[in-house]
Nanobody, 117 residues
Framework: QVQLVESGGGLVQAGGSLRLSCSAS????????TGWFRRAPGKEREFVVS????????YGYDSMKGRFSISRDAAKNTVYLQMNNLKPEDTAVYYC??????????WGQGIQVTVSS
């Protein structure tokens, strides 16, 4: 089992920045990819970005590449999502997820990010 805990969310004004953290515990050696998803009010959950154990990244949308970045600290078993120039449409619950066998089989509880205009 892998446990994921998100932190760093909150309320920020448009144009501001936040850094989310996803701390993993348990069988972390089995995690191949860690990713971030989000669910905005009234919308489906969407994939934001992921990072593999080797450091390769995949973004859900090209438009996110300039504002969002993902990184990992292997020693701390933590993955970060740096979000800059936030917009009101980035308001969502952000979820950390881990994949051990090509499916997203572990999820965090989610953390709220609210961007005010």
């Amino acid at each position: 089992q892998v446990q994921l805990v998100e932190s760093g969310g909150g309320l920020v004004q448009a144009g501001g920045s936040l850094r989310l953290s996803c701390s993993a515990s348990g069988r972390t050696f089995s995690v191949a990819v860690t990713g971030w998803f989000r669910r905005a009010p009234g919308k489906e959950r969407e994939f934001v970005v992921s990072i593999s154990r080797s450091g390769g990244t995949t973004y859900g949308y090209d438009s996110m590449k300039g504002r969002f970045s993902i990184s990992r600290d292997a020693a701390k078993n933590t993955v970060y999502l740096q979000m800059n120039n936030l917009k009101p449409e980035d308001t969502a619950v952000y979820y950390c997820a881990a994949s051990t066998d090509k499916v997203w089989n572990y999820w965090g509880q989610g953390i709220q990010v609210t961007v005010s205009s």
